[in-house]
């Protein structure tokens, strides 16, 4: 029997620290849902202190979640703490993550504290964490960064104060591999009750090196390695859960460890947290990327022809490439939707808004014959949308589009409920429904992002489109879908909108 190494999943907290990636508490719940199916360990919901919003977002994390411990994550202050446990009361099993920086560079300039003061704070929120669970957390961030002398000092005080996993920040993405993996070797030597936690790590991809460090981590004792769907995170972001679990499978010859990920789960995950999120996969990402399992070259195709060996590692059915089957067509009644929306882990809050949820659904069977799992994603995120109160709504978008005409788009707009119309000509049918949304949204927002990507295969298929926009500071993603890319885009602008006009408030842990 080889070790478990335990993966635990931080999308749904360091990935919502993309800029523009927040997620509502439903979006949250769906995404935990889907995480616990794949068999995640540990799945980081969220920084309960950092808003209501994701105070209850964590809570309801924790009350759906029965099979994966839920987390939480707190600074070491008695507030943040206490905000982690009453968040997690209702798990199963719940985990308190609390983190202070050791580095010089943020002792001294973030923290404006003596290294003693520091040791203090953290043994005391270790102390204060286990009050509400015995599984906790400690991390020294910027590890990566942090003298090995002062890292020892802390961590062996963390543990006699009770903490469980230690996990080993590379916060800024500096070390190398070798460096990394000697680091975690080191103080699994040095401190003397190491043997009676789990060693961490948490590294960030600032130079491409995440997987790399986490690997070469897990080679020297790390047995729980910090990951996110699609490697979602933090500026660069982190290391991606489908490459850390993948290799460790593929080289099971190499590696002393083992997860308990099914894999089979894969693509669909990464597929639900890119439509949640707005963060397009980059084709030829590794393992969910559209090119990874495609050979274009005829020697290669040949080869696989001949031997799938001879230049796939991997088959592409272990990690969920086959999943997108046609699950539900036209003539698929109400149980059959119920029952499908159930596998994937929707619960739909009542009655009324699974009716509504059905009817969308024959609207979209009979424009799309085959309808699949990530169409059903998409029309429970419209469906979600619906419901909420929002600002701006989507009535009616009328575009006119012809060679050699300027493209015209007339749109009517509901803004609090007072329906509202407004007519522009741009470069495109795209740019001229922005406009005339714009007209009468008023935003002023920067336009820095605008992506279409059709959810699954062939012309009919649904175009998922993500607009971000920037205004005083503030990043928002907004998602649409439909079969007709410029209502698409004009549903995902006014989603943006929507967010933006929110004004959702929210601390950022590390700063
Ligand atoms: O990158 C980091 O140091 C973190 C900590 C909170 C673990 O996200
Ligand atoms: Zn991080």
């Known amino acids: 029997m080889k070790e478990r190494l335990i993966i635990f999943d931080t999308t749904l907290r360091d990935g919502e620290q993309s800029p523009g990636a927040s997620m509502t508490r439903e979006e949250k719940v769906r995404i935990a849902r889907q995480l616990e199916r794949m068999r995640v360990d540990v799945i980081e919901a969220g920084f309960p202190a950092a808003s209501n919003g994701d105070f209850e977002a964590v809570k309801a994390v924790a009350n759906a979640v029965k099979d994966s411990v839920v987390c939480g994550l707190a600074r070491a202050t008695e507030n943040d703490i206490r905000r982690a446990g009453e968040a997690l009361a209702g798990a199963n099993a719940a985990r308190i993550h609390t983190f202070i920086a050791t580095s010089p560079i943020h002792m001294e300039k973030k923290l404006r504290m003596k290294p003693d003061q520091v040791v203090e704070q953290a043994v005391k929120a270790v102390k204060w964490a286990r009050q509400f669970t015995d599984n906790v957390e400690f991390s020294p961030e910027d590890a990566g960064r942090s003298e090995l002398e002062f890292l020892c000092r802390v961590l062996d005080a963390v543990i006699e104060a009770g903490a469980t996993t230690l996990n080993i920040p590379d916060t800024v993405g500096y070390t190398m591999p070798e460096q990394f993996g000697g680091l975690i070797r080191n103080l699994r030597e040095r401190i003397p009750d190491s043997d009676k936690v789990v060693f961490s790590v948490h590294c960030h991809n600032d130079l491409g090196l995440a997987v790399a460090n986490s690997l070469a981590a897990v080679m020297a004792g790390a047995r729980q390695v910090e990951c996110t769907i699609n490697g979602l995170g933090e500026r660069a972001g982190n290391a991606s859960l489908e490459e850390i679990v993948m290799a460790v499978r593929t080289r099971r010859d190499f590696f002393p460890c083992d997860t308990n990920i099914d894999t089979t789960h894969?693509?669909?995950?990464?597929?639900?947290?890119?439509?949640?999120?707005?963060f397009p996969v980059q084709p030829n990402k590794a393992i969910v990327g559209a090119n990874a399992f495609a050979h274009e070259s005829g020697i290669h195709q040949d080869g696989v022809l001949k031997h799938r060996e001879t230049y796939e590692i991997m088959r592409a059915e272990d990690v969920g490439w086959t999943a997108n089957r046609m699950v539900l067509g036209k003539h698929s009644g109400r149980n059959a939707f119920r029952v499908r929306l159930a596998e994937l882990g929707i619960e739909l809050d009542s009655e009324e808004t699974l009716n509504s949820a059905f009817l969308r659904f024959k609207e979209l069977a009979d424009k799309k014959h085959e309808i699949f799992d990530e169409d059903l994603h998409a029309l429970v995120s419209d469906e979600i949308m619906a419901h909420e109160q929002e600002h701006f709504r989507l009535v009616s978008l009328r575009v006119c589009s012809e060679t050699g005409e300027?493209?015209?788009?007339?749109v009517a707009v509901a803004e609090a409920g007072a329906e509202k119309t407004a007519f522009a000509e741009g470069s495109g049918p795209v740019d001229a429904s922005f406009k005339a949304i714009e007209d009468i949204a008023h935003s002023g927002a920067d336009l820095q992002?605008?992506?279409?990507?059709?959810?699954?295969?062939?012309?009919?298929?649904?175009?998922?489109?993500?607009?971000?926009?920037?205004?005083?500071?503030?990043?928002?993603?907004?998602?649409?879908?439909?079969?007709?890319?410029v209502v698409a885009s004009a549903k995902a602008y006014i989603n943006a909108l929507n967010k933006l006009y929110s004004k959702l408030e929210r601390a950022h842990p590390q700063v």
């Open 266 to 278: 894969i693509v669909p995950v990464s597929r639900l947290v890119s439509s949640i999120t707005g």
């Open 406 to 410: 300027v493209p015209q788009a007339r």
């Open 449 to 485: 992002l605008y992506s279409v990507n059709a959810i699954t295969s062939g012309t009919d298929a649904q175009g998922e489109v993500t607009v971000r926009l920037a205004k005083g500071g503030r990043i928002v993603n907004g998602q649409g879908a439909d079969t007709d890319i």
